[in-house]
């Protein structure tokens, strides 16, 4: 059994012929628009899209642009086009067409002209639910084929035709399967008319035909099953040929009794058979009449005239007949006169009019012309400007490689500085680093030696302290009733307060001599000081020589804007280098500061045991007649006893009336004899000072 089936012809030319206009009016639309979405919109309303989805598709400047622009929807786009020709040519071998999607389940179709059908129907049979295909017919008109279940829907669009070849199975009235067929012409309004001779299997009965066309239940046009599109296009045939009744043949065998219509499809009046004449019997007739009249006589006569009348009366009745149906035949002929005068006035007008549009065709040409030779010159002066715009690139080019060479060698240059300035950076940070290490070492020991100095000078006051306390307590003893081994070892007390008295002359002069050693210490310490400010001075100096080298190197060109830019960062780091640094002096500087004035303290402290030490001289001198010799036994003995080791033990000496009352001893001052770590003391200031840079 044959399978049902709808196949389309396309009888108008499906061709593309791409030229340079076609190409440069897709690369306009492709700069206009901001998507692809639009830009394919762009293409439909402007009749370009199949030029781009055919040969247009594939040219490189069409392409370089479309990528520029939306390179990833592209590739989608493509993607989405290949694989629905794909699904296509399974279903359509053979056939060369273009396809491509719109949205959803939209798909557009162009076939090339091939003058050979298209299964239309195969391309339903095997897609699936809802999908919808445009077919193009060419210009504006196409047709849209959808699949709803079992059905088949084409809707015509556009002012273009084409024809479809129809084929189904049925069965007529005693249930045999018939295989029917037939080729009709389809437009914006459905089926127009049946071309060539349709197969219904030998029968020719309208109403047999009628029922083996509305067996077929698939096929939809326009909306309508294939019944009533075919009864659509019986009823405008019958409309058309409803004129055609009122005309007849000439024929010589008619009646104007009862027309009947012919073979032909006219209608003609039919006539009796006895009583056939020619168009021209009234004549006879009459004629025949004035024989009877001259030659008769009598009864034969009258008889004959009265059989005569009554001929002559049908006759008459048949010329009225004739008179009527010959005014109607010249009304008619007037009305045709009328219609070909009216065709013939349609005619000339259609001829003027077409003579028109050959004028206006002509001056398009012209005009066509024109613009060729506009668009020719165009096209020289590109060719002018593309020869000046290589020149141009070329000399650019030319340029470039210089300049490009030129930012080589500043590179080198700026390379070769870098690494001086590294080098004197790495020089200057190790020189300094160097300096003030040696620095640092001999102030340490220079302390280390005044502390030591400090702790014996600490010892000895210590001594004198002791020696002190002893004298006083015998100064206590000595009243007026003092015995005489006091009194004789008076003498012995003096030689001892006079020993006494150079000891502490040594001592004061040992004071003395750390005194000074102290001020040269000081001395030492400012002279550190200002090398270091002068360190300073000559570090901002650098920077100032680097910030200048930079803005030198900056105004000889913009090109190495990037290694000045790398220069900057190294003096800004070296800035930041210098301004650690100064804060590490800083911070030595205070330490130093705070040495020296523990060093005034300490000098402050002994100007005070100097100040004790006199008036303890004086209180001696006073007593110094004072017997002690009774008591030098006893004052050995205590001496080995009670004088304390420490002068700094001594107690501080009661200028007030009371000197038997005794006061707290002194206790030893602590003297802070090393340098701290600057990386462990924060510098006094605003800000805590940064460690040293290793």
Known sequence: MPQENENVFIAESQSLDVDEQKKNDTLNVIESCNDLQDFIKRLEEENLIWYFIGPLRKDEDITGQINLKWEKEFQKFEQSIDAMHKELKSSLPGQNFLV?????????????????????????????????????????????????GSERHYDFTGSSSCEMTINWQAKDSEGNSIDCSMTVKLDSGGIQSVIGEPKFGGITSSEEVLKLVGQNKEVFINGKTLYQAFTGISKSVDDQQVPAEEIFTKDLHISPQSPTPSSSGYSSPSTPSSRRSSISTSSEFSDEDEIFEDDMSGDEEEYEQEGLKDEVEELEEEKETFAKYFAVQAKQLEDLRLERDSLRDKVNEQQRAIFERGQRIKEQEEE????????????????????????????????LKQSEANLTVLKEKNANLENDLKKIVEGLKDDHKKQLAEQLMETKKENNTLAETASQLSKELNELQREKEDLEREIRQLEP???????????????????????????EGMLTCTQEELASVKESLEQLQNILQQEKGQATQTEVEYESRGTSMQQQDQGIQAVNNNSSRTASGLRQENKKLTRDKLTISEQLKQKIREIDELKKNLKQLQEENKQLKQEVTKNAGVDASSSTGQKEAKEAKVIPQNIMDWPVPIPDDKPEEQKTPLEPIKVNTELSDPKSIPAEGPEKSPPLSK
């Open 100 to 148: 491509y999607p719109t949205k959803d389940n939209d798909f557009k179709i162009r076939f090339e002209n091939e003058e050979k059908p298209i299964e239309i129907s195969n391309i339903l049979r095997t897609s699936s639910e809802g999908k919808v295909y445009n077919i193009s017919l060419g210009k504006d008109s196409q047709i849209t084929a959808t699949k709803k």
């Open 368 to 399: 066509l012309q024109d613009k060729n030779d506009v668009i020719k010159n165009l096209n020289d002066q590109l060719k002018d400007k593309e020869g000046e715009t290589n020149e141009a690139n070329k000399e650019l080019q030319r340029k």
């Open 481 to 507: 009733g003092r015995s005489l081994a006091d009194e004789l070892s008076e003498e012995n007390t003096k030689r001892e307060i006079e020993k006494l008295q150079y000891q502490l002359k040594e001592k």
